[in-house]
């Protein structure tokens, strides 16, 4: 038996670390689990499935309460949803169905909590949306007949940034986002980002 850690989300507060540890049986992982651990050491598993796709963490709300989550189900689709911290049930918010790849961005919640960005359609055709933490509303923010991915949030939670190929190469890219829907049309900031990888906005 041995374990394998990966898919890692800091709270905001930076104190704590929610993680994916997959536990492998004869080289084959049976269980995923969702875990989190503070600062100095203390670790408690909140959520568990048999493996899948696994269940990846991608972020905490700023009051610390709530886990955002993607899980892979038994049929191969993926769902985005929330978790309580202390552990509990996996409230699903949306589907991502066959088309789920993390390489092209996981989803983002806000800084304040209220949203989480993720990718629709299939590679070659993304767009950005975002769904409340709550389930109850949700938006498109781009609409561009282009491959729009990798979406992360400014500090504020006013705009989102993303990478774009509508203009034939990859491009960095920000549109203004109000209440959860786009407030204007995206701006573009800077060619050349082919290569490049959005890590965070500070």
């Known amino acids: 038996k041995r374990e394998a850690v990966q898919a890692i989300a800091f709270s905001p507060d930076g104190r704590r670390v929610a993680y994916q540890q997959n536990n492998y049986q004869l080289g084959k992982a049976v269980t995923s689990e969702v875990r989190v651990t503070t600062l ?6 909140v959520y568990r499935i048999d493996f899948y796709g696994g269940v990846q963490p991608v972020g905490l709300t700023p009051d610390g309460a709530t886990l955002i989550a993607v899980v892979g189900r ?13 552990g509990g049930e996996f409230t699903p918010l949306r589907s991502f169905g066959w088309a789920y790849d993390s390489r092209a961005g996981s989803p983002r919640v806000s800084p304040d909590g209220r949203f ?12 950005v949306h975002v769904v409340s933490c709550d389930g ?17 949030w400014s500090p504020d939670s006013r705009h989102l940034a993303f990478k774009s190929n509508r203009l034939g190469s990859v ?14 049309q995206p701006v573009k900031l800077k060619d050349g980002m082919q290569s490049a990888q959005l890590i ?3």
Request: glycine share 8%; proline share 8%.
């Open 40 to 45: 100095d050491g203390r670790s408690n598993m």
């Open 74 to 86: 038994p049929d191969k689709t993926w769902t985005v949803g929330a978790l309580p911290a202390k």
């Open 116 to 127: 989480v960005a993720y990718l629709e359609g299939e590679t070659g055709l993304r767009d």
């Open 136 to 152: 109850r509303q949700a938006f498109r923010i781009t609409t561009d007949p282009a491959d729009d991915f990798a979406p992360i």
């Open 171 to 184: 491009s960095l890219w920000t549109v203004e986002v109000k209440d959860g829907q786009p407030a204007r």
């Open 200 to 202: 965070d906005w500070t």
